[in-house]
């Protein structure tokens, strides 16, 4: 299993950021995938989840309205659109294989990428 993230940055307050993960190793269109994110300040937080086929999603409280997943199966890549953008969102976001609430549900993860929301 292997993943891949992409697209995070540097945004001020109200700006966007589109993350993306590239996926291999294991039959994508078959499982469920999250973003999940890590901060010093708040640690741990399951970010939103997607099934398979990309029908239904789970968010978070703290970034519903704001973020929006998705998935390509075509192309076995995970993405997550994030809008209006505040500080609080920052940390560092992995895409995960599974649903869990927990890091430790998760056995497979990407690397992480940075976002990082500061005026």
């Known amino acids: 299993v292997q993943l891949v993230e992409s697209g995070g940055g540097l945004v001020q307050p109200g700006g966007s950021l589109r993350l993306s993960c590239a996926a291999s190793g294991f039959k994508f269109s078959s499982r469920a995938m999250a973003w999940v994110r890590q901060s010093p300040r708040k640690g741990f937080e399951r970010v939103s989840v997607i099934n398979g086929g990309g029908s239904s999603a789970y968010y978070a409280d703290s970034v519903t309205g704001r973020f929006t997943i998705s998935r390509d199966n075509a192309k076995n890549m995970l993405y997550l659109q994030m809008n209006n953008l505040k500080p609080e969102d920052t940390a560092v976001y992995y895409c995960?294989?599974?649903?869990?609430?927990?890091?430790?549900?998760?056995?497979?993860w990407g690397q992480g990428t940075q976002v990082t929301v500061s005026s």
């Open positions: 995960a294989l599974g649903i869990g609430e927990t890091a430790q549900d998760y056995d497979h």
